[in-house]
């Protein structure tokens, strides 16, 4: 199904692009023509969510990184795979879970030295914002019991610019997302239990990052 209309690309809005009806096949194949703001310029391709649209939870984090944008698929790099293994330890099956990022184009920085990589930098809340209409179509069409919000970017983007990870982790909030009551589970990202100092904080908060699933699971029983 084609967009609505012709927008100008990087107007800072993906609301021309998203369809009106269809599923989550519609969805993905619009999506994948989004030039709502200028991160498309860079990315390899847009990485639009995955599972099905009777999954009783969705997990949201803040943006495709490295091999998501090279695979275009969610959650498929170190990130992912960790996160994949603290939702199989909380009681959580992760192939009943929708994933989607609320940025659906990798925003990196290129550091050329000692070799080229690309690396991971956070988007701004106006990228957020424009991005929000692929989001909120995912939820309209999934309609998860529960969402599981995976660190400060995705909250963000859901419940505003003064949401602090920090202050609501592991709790259940019920909040109204578009118009239809939602209940969250605010956690941190699967990559920040990658980036810890030394093994002992990779444990730490490997079991925070579980501990939060475990209220994300206890809610869905």
């Known amino acids: 199904m084609s967009p609505r209309t012709t927008a100008p690309e990087d107007a800072y809005t993906a609301e021309p692009f998203v369809p009106e ?8 194949r619009a ?6 703001c200028p991160l498309h310029r860079d990315a390899t ?10 999954a009783r939870v969705m997990l949201v984090g803040e943006q495709p990184g490295d091999q998501e944008d090279r ?10 795979k960790l996160l994949d293994r603290a939702l199989a330890d909380a009681g959580i099956d992760p192939s009943e879970a929708y994933v989607t990022n609320a940025v659906k184009h ?12 690309r690396i991971h930098k956070s988007p701004t809340l106006r990228e957020m914002t424009a ?12 309609e998860p019991e529960l969402i599981v919000v995976l660190g400060a970017s995705a909250g963000k983007a859901l419940l505003g610019s003064s949401f602090r ?12 997302l578009h118009g239809r009551p939602e209940r969250l589970v605010p956690t941190v990202h699967p990559s920040s239990v990658l980036r810890a100092r030394d093994d002992e904080d990779r444990r730490a908060a490997y079991a925070g990052l579980v501990a939060d699933l475990k209220v994300a699971a206890r809610a869905l029983s």
């Open 131 to 142: 991005c929000g209409p692929w989001l909120a179509a995912e939820l309209a069409l999934v």
């Open 165 to 176: 990870v920090g202050e609501t982790r592991g709790t259940v909030l019920e909040r109204e």
């Open 106 to 117: 990798f925003k990196f920085l290129t550091q050329t030295e000692p070799r080229k990589r």
């Open 21 to 28: 009806h269809g599923g989550l096949a519609d969805l993905r």
């Open 45 to 54: 391709q847009t990485v639009f969510g995955e599972g099905d649209t009777d």
């Open 71 to 80: 695979q275009g698929r969610p959650f498929v790099g170190p990130a992912g």
């Open 31 to 36: 999506a994948a023509g989004c030039r709502g």
